[in-house]
C-alpha cells in the first residue's frame, strides 16, 4: 500500500507518520518551510507517553507524488480543500482511495464533486499539535472514524494504533464532531493550551452558549448527533457551565489533556495562516440561515475570530471578556 498524504501539517505528519512506522510506504506532500522541519525526520509522541524517532520520509511540494498512490488522505484545512482538488486532478490515479481527514461537513462531498469520483469522509477525533521542527504530539484520546469503504486496509490502521471506527454513515459523526470544535474559535481567541482555557469557568460558558445555540438548531433541523464524549451531546452545555471543582470531577474526561495541547485554530492565528472558522461556526450560521433563524453567538465567534486574523498584535480575550461579549450579542 503506497500511501500520499496531501497536506503535510498537523494531522497529516502524524498519521502518516504513524503508518510509515508500521510499514506503509508514504509519501508526505506539503509545503517547502514543512519539507524543512522534516529534514531530521519525524518524532512523535502521544499523551500516553509513546515516544517515536523516524528518519525522513519521501516528501514532495507538488500533487505528481500522488501518481503511484494506492491510498490518498487529504489533510488540508477546509478552505484549501477547492485548490486541493484543483491540483490533484490531472496526477491521480483512478484506482486509488480518496479519504478526507479535515473538520467540517461538507470537505468529502465538495472534493468529491470537485474530482468527478468518491471520496470517503473520515473524521480525527484526537488532537495533534506541531511542536516544531519534525515533533508532532497527540494530546489527548481519541480515535480515527471513517465512512464504510471495502477496500481499506484497516489492519494497518490498527498495527499503527489508529484504529478506524467504521460507520454506514458519517453525517451524523461530523455533526457530532462540529459540535466539539466550537471550542476552536474560543480557545484560539483566549490564548492558552486548551486544558487552562476549558479549566476555567467562564470561557466553558462561552462554548456552552455556542453549543447550546447548534443543539437547538440540530434539534430543528432533525440533525442526529453521534455521541463523541462519554456525556450525550445534549448534556454538555449543562456540565460546561458548573463550577470549576464540580466540573473537575464529573468531567475528568473532559479534562484529561495533556497540558500542551492547543486547537489548530490556535495555532493558525500564531502563525498568522487563514483560520478555519467559515467551515465549523460558518457552518453553524448556515444551518441556522437555511432554517430561516439565527446564530448570534456563533456568529460572534466568526467576526471575533476573523477579526483576530487580521490583527497585529493579536488580542487575547479573558473568559470574563469573552462571556460579555457573547451574551451582548
Ligand atoms: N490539528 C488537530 O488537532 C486536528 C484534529 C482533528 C481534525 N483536524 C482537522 O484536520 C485538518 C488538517 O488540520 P491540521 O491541523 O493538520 O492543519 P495544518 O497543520 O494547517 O496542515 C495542513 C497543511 O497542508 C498544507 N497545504 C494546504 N494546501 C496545500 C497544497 N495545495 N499543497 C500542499 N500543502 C498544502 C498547509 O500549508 P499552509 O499552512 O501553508 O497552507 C499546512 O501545512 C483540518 O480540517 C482540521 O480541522 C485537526
Redesign the pocket.
Known amino acids: 500500500m503506497r500511501i500520499a498524504i ?7 505528519c502524524y498519521v502518516g507518520g504513524r503508518l510509515a512506522h508500521a510499514g506503509a510506504d508514504v509519501v508526505l ?3 517547502p518551510r ?1 519539507g524543512d522541519a522534516l529534514a531530521q525526520g519525524l518524532h512523535l509522541t502521544d499523551y500516553r507517553g509513546a515516544d517515536l524517532h523516524l528518519p525522513p520520509l519521501p516528501f514532495a ?1 507538488g500533487p505528481e507524488a500522488v501518481k503511484d498512490a494506492t491510498l490518498v488522505l487529504i ?4 478552505q ?1 480543500s477547492a ?2 482538488a484543483a ?1 490533484l486532478s490531472t496526477h491521480l490515479p483512478p484506482a486509488a482511495i480518496l479519504v478526507s ?4 461537513i461538507g470537505n468529502a462531498a465538495a472534493l468529491s464533486q470537485a474530482l468527478g469520483r468518491p471520496v470517503v469522509p473520515g473524521m ?1 477525533g ?5 511542536m516544531g521542527g519534525g515533533h508532532f504530539h497527540q494530546g489527548t484520546q481519541g480515535d480515527l472514524h471513517i465512512e464504510e469503504s471495502p477496500r481499506l486496509n484497516e489492519a494497518l490502521f490498527a498495527r499503527a494504533g489508529l484504529p478506524l471506527h467504521v460507520h454506514d454513515d458519517m453525517q451524523p459523526v461530523m455533526w457530532g464532531k462540529l459540535m466539539l470544535n466550537l471550542n476552536n474559535a474560543i480557545n484560539a481567541l483566549s490564548g492558552l493550551p486548551l486544558k487552562d482555557q476549558l479549566g476555567q469557568r467562564d470561557y466553558r460558558r462561552c462554548l456552552a452558549a455556542a453549543q447550546e445555540e447548534y443543539l437547538d438548531l440540530c434539534r430543528v433541523a432533525d440533525q442526529p448527533l453521534a455521541r463523541l464524549s462519554p456525556l450525550p451531546a445534549a448534556w454538555l452545555p449543562g456540565v460546561l457551565r458548573l463550577p470549576d471543582r464540580l466540573f473537575a470531577l464529573l468531567a475528568r474526561q473532559m479534562l484529561a489533556i495533556d497540558p500542551k495541547a492547543r486547537s ?1 485554530m490556535a ?1 493558525d492565528l500564531t502563525l498568522g ?1 487563514k483560520p ?1 472558522i467559515d467551515a465549523i461556526n460558518g457552518e453553524v450560521a448556515r444551518l441556522a440561515k437555511r432554517l430561516g433563524r439565527s446564530a448570534p453567538v456563533n456568529q460572534r465567534l466568526m467576526a471575533l475570530v476573523e477579526e483576530a486574523s487580521h490583527s497585529e498584535p493579536r488580542r487575547t480575550w479573558s473568559g470574563r471578556e469573552l462571556l460579555q461579549t457573547l451574551q451582548s450579542a
Open positions: 496531501f497536506g503535510a501539517g498537523a494531522i497529516g506532500i506539503g509545503r514543512m511540494t489533510c488540508v484545512k477546509s484549501d485548490q486541493a491540483q481527514f479535515q473538520n467540517g480525527v484526537f488532537n495533534v499539535a506541531w489548530s495555532d495562516r478555519e
